[in-house]
């Protein structure tokens, strides 16, 4: 944590999960998970755990694992790795290409 410096909680996330991912051998892990290793590693608590998760998770630094688990993405190893340097850490994001589900339209019950 030292070393990559998170500033937000998003960034704390990716960076424990990467820990995690790395030097624990833990693939898919629980929010608690992420919330335990973040106070033994010292850490200022997070407000809510499952928020900066959710969040982490619509920036596309973490995706969804087996049984409602999570796991860090491509694009988070990538992006924690960067860290500190915030330029390329950026430049990370913007290569990436987060694909989102369309919307279908609804029909408003009329037929013709």
């Not at 928020?51 to 491509?74: I, M, P, W």
Request: aromatic share 8%; with cysteine.
């Amino acid at each position: 944590m030292f070393q990559k410096q998170p500033r937000t909680d998003i960034e704390r996330i990716a960076c424990l999960a990467y820990y995690l991912t790395h030097y624990r051998d833990t693939r898919q892990f629980k929010t608690i998970d992420l919330s335990k290793l973040n106070t033994e590693a010292a850490q200022i608590k997070f407000s809510n755990t499952a928020f900066a998760v959710v969040n982490a998770t619509n920036a596309g630094l973490l995706v969804a694992g087996e049984k409602g688990s999570k796991q860090l993405s491509a694009v988070g190893e990538l992006y924690v790795e960067a860290l500190p340097d915030r330029d390329k850490a950026k430049e990370v994001m913007a290569n990436a290409r987060i694909r989102r589900r369309r919307k279908s339209a609804k029909s408003n019950g009329k037929s013709k």
